[in-house]
C-alpha cells in the first residue's frame, strides 16, 4: 500500500516533539506532515511495551486505548513540528473519540503506521481522522476531536 506523501519531510522521532516520556510515547517518527495532515510510525515490541504480559498474555495484542493514543500522538506530533502551537509548550489532550473501529489485531512486533488527516484545525480544537496500518493493512481508524493550548 501506499500512504499519502505531505509536503515536508521530518524523520523526527517522537521523543523531540511530544511531552510523553516511555513507557507511554507511542510515536517513534513523524516521517511527514502538512496542513492536510500527518505521517507517522511506531513498533510495538514485548520490551517497550508492560502491557503485553497482562493483555491477553497468550495472545497479546495491543489494546485499543493504546491504538487510539498512538494515533492521537502522531497528530500532535505533527502540530508541534508544524509550528501551530508554540515550541516546548504545546498542548495538545483527546476530547473526543468518534466511530472508532479496530479491523485486525496488532500485535508484538507489528509497525503501526498513522495517517492523520486535517478536517478541521483551529484553536482551541483540531478534528483529525485517523488511520492506523499494520503491513498495509488497516488496523484501526477513528475520528477525534482534540483541545489545542499552551501549557
Keep these: ?3 499519502p506523501e505531505f509536503a515536508t519531510l521530518y524523520n523526527r522521532p ?4 511530544l511531552p510523553h516520556r516511555p513507557p507511554f510515547l507511542f510515536v517513534d517518527k513523524l516521517v511527514s506532515a502538512d496542513e492536510n495532515g500527518a505521517l507517522g510510525e511506531y513498533t510495538y515490541t514485548l ?4 502491557f503485553f504480559k497482562g493483555h491477553f498474555p497468550d495472545y ?3 489494546p485499543g486505548v493504546v491504538l487510539i493514543e498512538s494515533m492521537a500522538q502522531v497528530a500532535g506530533a505533527a502540530i508541534v513540528a508544524r509550528g501551530i502551537l508554540g515550541e516546548g509548550t504545546a498542548s495538545f489532550i483527546l476530547a473526543a473519540v468518534e466511530n472508532a ?3 485486525r489485531p496488532v500485535r508484538p512486533g507489528d509497525k503501526l503506521v498513522t495517517v492523520v488527516k486535517n478536517v478541521r484545525i483551529r484553536r482551541p480544537l483540531a478534528t483529525i481522522e485517523l488511520k492506523g496500518y499494520v503491513e498495509g493493512e488497516l488496523a484501526c481508524e ?3 476531536k482534540c483541545m489545542m493550548g499552551e501549557k
Excluded at 47 to 50: A, F, I, R
Design 1 to 3: 500500500m501506499e500512504f
Design 14 to 17: 517522537g521523543i523531540e516533539l
Design 47 to 50: 520490551e517497550k511495551n508492560d
Design 60 to 62: 497479546p495484542i495491543v
Design 101 to 103: 473501529r479496530f479491523r
Design 142 to 144: 477513528c475520528t477525534a
